[in-house]
T-cell receptor, first 110, second 111 residues
Framework: NAGVTQTPKFQVLKTGQSMTLQCAQD?????MYWYRQDPGMGLRLIYY???????DKGEVPNGYNVSRLNKREFSLRLESAAPSQTSVYFC?????????FGPGTRLTVL | SQQGEEDPQALSIQEGENATMNCSYK?????LQWYRQNSGRGLVHLIL?????REKHSGRLRVTLDTSKKSSSLLITASRAADTASYFC???????????FGAGTTVTVRA
């Protein structure tokens, strides 16, 4: 039982490049989330998926897209990376109210 | 935008002492949760207190909630070096059921 897994752990991109962050959970949770964490800012919600087949914008969705591929997987895509997207990205899942987090992806955009 | 603040931003204590941190929020909540984050790791859920509860305990953790003041506190008793981490409160908004996190309190426990 791995919980929530994220790949990759680290990534360096050049401005304008694209990439997809992968997230998977094996707890059969309905809801999944993508957050970014910046110094002194806590976590901010980018997108979430309340159930398979649905996605909704969070607090900071600009520059990102998501896909809820199936119940297990929820990916985050940066189509054209910008330096402002340098951050640590966390995926989380939940069934009711408390959330389970992955280990994070540290992304640097040069 | 963040829904509130944790206070203090940082806290340094001696092993064995108690650590108290506070969380304030602005809008109505369904529940309030506390999470811990060790350096370089993801967040781990510690404890949840519902809006109709005033106090909750879990091991060395004690959480209080005052909905009239829109504030909560987390007390860690008899701290250990392993308690060194950042602690975040997260409010479950009653309108959209999303979690809103504060900026966190960084706790350092000195041996």
């Amino acid at each position: 039982n791995a919980g929530v897994t994220q790949t990759p752990k680290f990534q360096v991109l050049k401005t304008g490049q694209s990439m997809t962050l992968q997230c998977a959970q094996d707890m059969n949770h309905n809801s999944m989330y993508w957050y970014r964490q910046d110094p002194g800012m806590g976590l901010r919600l980018i997108y979430y998926s309340a159930s398979e087949g649905t996605t909704d914008k969070g607090e900071v969705p600009n520059g990102y897209n998501v896909s809820r591929l199936n119940k297990r997987e929820f990916s985050l895509r940066l189509e054209s990376a910008a330096p402002s997207q340098t951050s640590v990205y966390f995926c989380a899942s939940s069934e009711f109210t408390s959330q389970f987090f992955g280990p994070g992806t540290r992304l640097t955009v040069l | 935008s963040q829904q509130g603040e944790e206070d203090p931003q940082a806290l340094s204590i001696q092993e064995g002492e108690n650590a108290t941190m506070n969380c304030s929020y602005k809008t109505s909540i369904n529940n309030l949760q506390w999470y811990r984050q060790n350096s370089g790791r993801g967040l781990v859920h510690l404890i949840l207190i519902r809006s109709n509860e005033r106090e909750k305990h879990s091991g060395r953790l004690r959480v209080t909630l005052d909905t009239s003041k829109k504030s909560s506190s987390l007390l860690i008793t008899a701290s250990r070096a392993a308690d060194t981490a950042s602690y975040f409160c997260a409010r479950l908004n009653i309108n959209d059921y999303k979690l809103s996190f504060g900026a966190g309190t960084t706790v350092t426990v000195r041996a």
